[in-house]
C-alpha cells in the first residue's frame, strides 16, 4: 500500500521561502519519476517540479525554474520541495505524487518534462498541503 503524506505549506508573506516535505512509504526500492504539482480554484493541476532516483535528474516548470528546489532523502523515504521567494502567483494546493509501476513513462520522460506535463491519472498522490502566499 503506496502512501504520500506531504507537510509543510502555510500562509506566508511575498518574498520569503518554505520548504514542502512529502513522506513516502511501500513506493519500493526500485520507484520511478517522483514529483510536485499544484491546482488552484479553477485550474487545472499543474506539474512543478520532478526527480528521478539515481541519478538525480531533475525538472522545473519555467514558472519555478530558479526559485524551487526539488530533492529527495533516500534514508527517510522523503521528497521536498525548497520554494525560495515566493509569489502570490504561486498560491496552490500542493501535491506529492509518485509515478505507478508500468505507467508508459520512461526515465527520460521524468526530466524532460514530459510527466509533469501529462498529469497521469494513475499516479499515487498525496492529499496535499496548502501554500497561500499574499
Known amino acids: 500500500h503506496v502512501q504520500l503524506v506531504e507537510s509543510g505549506g502555510g500562509s506566508v508573506q511575498a518574498g520569503v521561502s518554505l520548504t514542502l516535505s512529502c513522506v513516502v512509504s511501500g513506493y519500493g526500492a526500485s520507484h520511478g519519476c517522483m514529483g510536485w504539482f499544484r491546482q488552484s480554484p479553477g485550474k487545472e493541476r499543474e506539474g512543478v517540479a520532478a526527480?528521478?532516483?539515481?541519478?538525480?535528474?531533475?525538472y522545473y516548470a519555467d514558472s519555478v525554474k530558479g526559485r524551487f528546489t526539488i530533492s529527495q532523502d533516500n534514508a527517510t523515504n522523503t521528497l521536498y520541495l525548497q520554494m525560495n521567494s515566493l509569489k502570490p502567483e504561486d498560491t496552490a494546493m500542493y501535491y506529492c505524487a509518485a509515478d505507478p509501476p508500468g505507467s508508459p513513462f520512461a526515465p527520460y520522460d521524468c526530466y524532460s518534462g514530459s510527466w509533469s506535463t501529462r498529469v497521469y491519472e494513475k499516479n499515487y498522490w498525496g492529499q496535499g498541503t496548502q501554500v497561500t502566499v499574499s
Open positions: 526527480i528521478y532516483p539515481g541519478g538525480g535528474s531533475t
